[in-house]
């Protein structure tokens, strides 16, 4: 079974412009989370979506968004990008049916210049 | 309020035992997690354990977990060059959402 995919890999933005990252979950699996991880911050919770419904959310400001599409892939985007966004970020998924095993992909490095 | 704390660094050398140790405050926690993470990758799930255990063994993983001191260890048995890595514990309190430690950096050393 395929694992979590998450792409670009690598994304390089200027301050003030917006991004989108995506993530595919693991086949049959209907939740997908997504965190931040910064050396400053560590790893932070930014929300989580299931079944395209958001269930969680993180302390983050509003210009950090997501959605969940009816395949379960999930796009998160960061509008008017700061320096501070520059960061790891990961997208996790889980079945979503009792399970809480939380399996993470690779993660999307973006860097704001 | 949700807390976990880990210290930032374990040097052992290759052969013996490292024990990796974390810290939580909320006793609402319903599962506890252990992940690695290696240079330039994600993270990927070691074990977990449900708040209602004491202790999960998995080959040369054990995880002790004390509920009372809101402690939570990681035991790597025969530790080996390729366990170098940083490792989280996390707690989770409600569904999905993971508050993550600041990591340990394992060093094995020859």
């Known amino acids: 079974k395929a694992g979590v995919t998450q792409t670009p890999r690598y994304l390089i933005k200027t301050r003030g412009q917006q991004v989108t990252l995506s993530c595919s979950p693991i086949s049959g699996h209907r939740s997908v989370s997504w965190y931040q991880q910064t050396p400053g911050q560590g790893l932070q919770f930014l929300f989580e979506?299931?079944?395209?419904?958001?269930?969680n959310k993180g302390n983050f400001p509003g210009r950090f968004s997501g959605r969940q599409f009816s395949n379960s892939r999930s796009e998160m985007n960061v509008s008017t990008l700061e320096l501070g966004d520059s960061a790891l970020y990961l997208c996790?998924?889980?079945?979503?049916?009792?399970?809480?095993?939380?399996?993470f992909g690779p993660g999307t490095r973006l860097t704001v210049t | 309020g949700e807390d976990v704390e880990q210290s930032l660094f374990l040097s052992v050398r290759e052969g013996d035992s490292s024990v990796i140790n974390c810290t939580y405050t909320?006793?609402?926690?319903?599962?506890l997690y252990w992940y690695k993470q290696e240079p330039g990758a994600g993270l990927q799930l070691l074990t977990y354990i449900f708040s209602n255990m004491d202790m999960k063994q998995d080959q040369r993983l054990t995880v002790l977990l004390n509920k009372k001191d809101k402690h939570l260890s990681l035991r790597i048995a025969d530790t080996q060059t390729g366990d170098s890595a940083i490792y989280f514990c996390a707690e989770s309190i409600l569904g999905n959402k993971l508050t993550f430690g600041t990591g340990t950096q394992l060093k094995v050393e020859l």
């Open positions: 979506y299931f079944s395209e419904t958001q269930r």
């Open positions: 909320d006793s609402s926690s319903t599962y």
């Open positions: 996790a998924s889980t079945s979503g049916g009792g399970s809480y095993e939380q399996y």
